[in-house]
């Protein structure tokens, strides 16, 4: 998700939904992660589970999350994940050394029949599954929602399109996508309330960096792709950049390193984006069939879902998005 400690450069505002319009670049990887783990922690294991024992809470969160769009007139274009950066390793192997950490205590719990031990934990060992990722692909086609495939980081992705004109904000919890050069990045999506707004243009002006400077300032701190250096956070990070100018001179008057650091730069600097993606931003979803794929097919209780679609429904007929067939 990024260096939280990011949040403290950004320039973040709470903007009301009605002042939001066009097509959202949705680092989909991101946002279905938050609808997996939110179904999975307050919903009965039964509502989501088929009778072969495969989880399907990701069709769930999805009903229940994509009306929240439609509802306001905004289309998304969900930007799925390609292969992650070699140097991405670290951080996925200590996401999945900390997910069997919980799945060890969540174990533990079921023996103990601790309820509200397991609620938590079944949501914190969730993982995208091929069937999950199988799954929301087809729910989105049927409710035509746009699919674009990146070849790397789907925020670096998302933040290009916004950057051709394609898109207008990029959607996602990723401080990162400010690194990609996301001009203009909704956050909070999957919460109650409006989202957040983080302004890139913003950001540079108020500390007076280039986007370069603002990517080397990150790596100081850390990112998903690097550690960073050891003592250096927000504060010390942007005084360090404004005295020395970039992240060489600043691991040089410092006699330190960052591991990578040039490849780092350069992911962030010139990402692996695809200009090869076309998309309908009149949508004409197949309300019938999405529901039979998820209640029939997939064994997902109705009564979790139908409201969800009842939401999507009326937002079509409201918004004038499209029509159902």
Do not use: C
């Amino acid at each position: 998700m990024g260096n939280a400690a990011l949040r403290d450069l950004a320039v973040i505002d709470t903007v009301p939904f009605d002042e939001i319009e066009g097509i959202v670049a949705v680092d989909a990887h991101n946002w279905l992660y938050r609808y997996l783990t939110t179904t999975v922690k307050w919903t009965s294991s039964q509502k989501y589970t088929t009778d072969d024992g495969t989880e399907v809470a990701n069709l769930i969160g999805m009903v229940q999350g994509l009306p929240k769009f439609f509802e306001h007139d905004i289309t998304p274009v969900m930007v799925f994940d390609g292969g992650p950066s070699e140097l991405k390793a670290d951080e996925i192997a200590d996401r999945r050394e900390q997910r069997e950490v919980y799945e060890d205590q969540l174990e533990q719990a079921r023996e103990t029949g601790d309820t509200v031990a397991i609620a938590q934990l079944e949501s914190r060992t969730q993982r995208l599954t091929p069937t999950i990722q199988e799954t929301s692909r087809e729910l989105l086609r049927l409710l035509d929602v746009p699919i674009v495939e990146a070849p790397a980081e789907g925020e670096a992705q998302a933040a290009h399109m916004v950057k051709r004109g394609d898109a207008e904000y990029v959607g996602s919890e990723d401080y990162d996508a400010l690194l990609f050069g996301a001009p203009l990045t909704l956050r909070q999506l999957t919460s109650k309330g409006d989202p957040e707004l983080m302004d890139l243009e913003a950001t540079l002006t108020t500390h007076d960096l280039t986007l370069e400077q603002l990517i080397d300032a990150a790596i100081l701190i850390g990112t998903d792709f690097n550690p960073g250096v050891h003592g250096i956070g927000p504060k010390t990070a942007l005084q360090a950049i404004g005295e020395h100018g970039d992240l060489w001179s600043v691991l040089e008057a410092r006699g330190d390193s960052v591991e990578h650091g040039d490849r780092v730069r350069d992911l962030f600097r010139n990402p692996n984006v695809t200009d090869d993606y076309d998309f309908e931003t009149s949508l004409d979803p197949d309300l019938e069939a999405a529901r039979s794929y998820v209640v029939d097919e997939w064994g997902v209780d109705a009564g979790e879902v139908e409201r969800g679609f009842e939401r999507i429904d009326a937002s079509v007929v409201q918004t004038g998005l499209g029509e159902w067939t």
